[in-house]
């Protein structure tokens, strides 16, 4: 995976990188101004970081107060709006730290016309620098809307590759918790359905998302020029259930756990239970021959405290003989 670098010399204070289309192919702009290079189209990420970015997008021609709004505010809600030719919105990724390893749920601002295309994020993610290593390894994107739907894609896969392993993960759960574990809560479960749960809402909101710009719920239709935005729909569907079935499994297996660990409890309590009644007749008789009252049987005796141990030996094993005759000991 190519992680983000360093913005070039020769672009604006804020911009990570930028990139001129001809034909689909991507060709790294030098200029501090993107927009102003001749090209089909360009594409320029924005570190919204630093404060010098807000200053990048104002120098933008023509963009609508809305997106400037959009990216001032810093908005984190998933959404896909469209105003004066521009549509634009918050997409969800994953942040990365230095090593490229997912830090937890993102978010990357973007806005897009027929000639550009503008993305910014607030942290380092990892489908957006997904984005950018198949555009210097020659992909061909025809335009912006389809850069955004390719976006979509990596992230969608992104999402998948986490599934995966978090199905891996509750595999290794199942196998440590059909053993009879000694401890089940040791099974770290709780940590990987929060996980999982996370993932699913993440989906469903880009699901919900996309169906209502694309279909035109609400009035609020999004052209995206037929640039496979159904295509992209229909595998987050079978990613949402692919997570919905993860879920199922861990809440299975959470059952299975509290089935183990009320077992468990039973056993510790039927074995407190035996003890307590094997040590109730002894306590008994030794009360009794412990009150400092005239009368008390074998008081003068040599061997009175031999008498008594024995008389509650005997207790004790009548007792386990009563249990067993009842069936509370096998």
Sequence with gaps: MTLEVEPRDGLAPGVLCAYRFHDGIAHPLETSDPD?????WTWTHLRLGDVRAQAAIRA??????????????LEARVQIEEAAGWVYGVAPDFERDLAGKTQGAGRLLFAFDDRRLITGRLHALLAVDDLRHVVEHGRQIRSPAAALVL?????????????????GQIAAI?????TAPHNPREAGLPALRRTIARQRRELQVLRT???????????RHVEFSGEGVADRI????????EAGALQDRGRLLYE????????ATNRSMQTLTVISTLLIPPTLITGLFGMNVPGVPF???GVGFIEASALCTASVVASLWLLRRMGVLS
Excluded: C, N
Excluded at 60 to 73: C, G, I, N, Q, W
Excluded at 234 to 241: F, K, P, S
């Design 256 to 263: 299975e756990i509290d089935t183990l660990i009320g077992a």
């Design 299 to 301: 008081q003068h005796h």
């Design 234 to 241: 229909a595998w987050l569907d079978d990613a949402d259930r």
């Design 151 to 167: 976006l979509l894609e990596q992230y969608t896969g992104r999402v998948e590759e986490a599934l995966e392993a978090l199905g």
């Design 174 to 178: 199942e196998d440590y918790v059909l």
């Design 36 to 40: 102003a290079s001749t090209g089909a």
């Design 60 to 73: 933008m021609p023509d963009l609508p107060a809305a997106v400037s709004k959009l990216f001032k505010d």
């Design 209 to 219: 998302t996309l169906g209502r710009t694309h279909a035109g719920r609400h009035g």
